[in-house]
């Protein structure tokens, strides 16, 4: 006999089981579109994959020096220079403002994967 607790962690395990899976499967194909992203701007694709590095490499793409992205450990200014890398980086692929607020800052999933596997060139911006 199956009691109503027993049932509810079942439940709360097939939920958690499906969300990891989702998050897997979202990463992989992230990983992806940044691997493509670094390609284009010249950088070998297996930077995307390293945690924290990445974000030296994207800094480095929006044309400033990597050590920059410290910045985003530190609370509130990293939102700040999350948009300002988004902007910048954006430019550098020949994308407007609204573009990389939109679709590099705030779905940056989408974003990078229109950088990555659509036309755009990577082009340094000074």
């Known amino acids: ?5 027993d049932s509810n962690l079942l439940s709360e395990q097939i939920f ?3 969300s990891v899976v989702l998050s897997i ?9 940044m691997w493509k992203v ?10 995307a994959l390293i945690p924290i590095v990445n974000w ?3 800094v480095k793409i929006a ?6 992205a410290l910045l985003y450990l530190i609370p509130i200014v990293n939102i700040i220079f999350a948009i300002v890398v988004a ?10 403002g609204v573009f990389s607020f939109f679709l590099l800052w705030l779905f940056p999933f ?5 950088i990555g596997f659509g036309s755009a060139q990577y082009n340094k911006v000074t």
């Open 63 to 68: 044309g400033m020096s990597g050590w920059f």
């Open 1 to 5: 006999m199956v009691s109503v607790m």
């Open 110 to 114: 989408i974003g990078h994967l229109i």
């Open 16 to 18: 958690s089981t499906s």
């Open 56 to 58: 030296v490499f994207l």
């Open 38 to 47: 670094f390609v284009k701007a010249g950088y070998p694709g297996i930077l």
């Open 87 to 96: 902007i910048k980086e954006g430019r550098n692929f020949g994308k407007g």
């Open 25 to 33: 499967i979202y990463y992989v194909i992230y990983a992806v579109t």
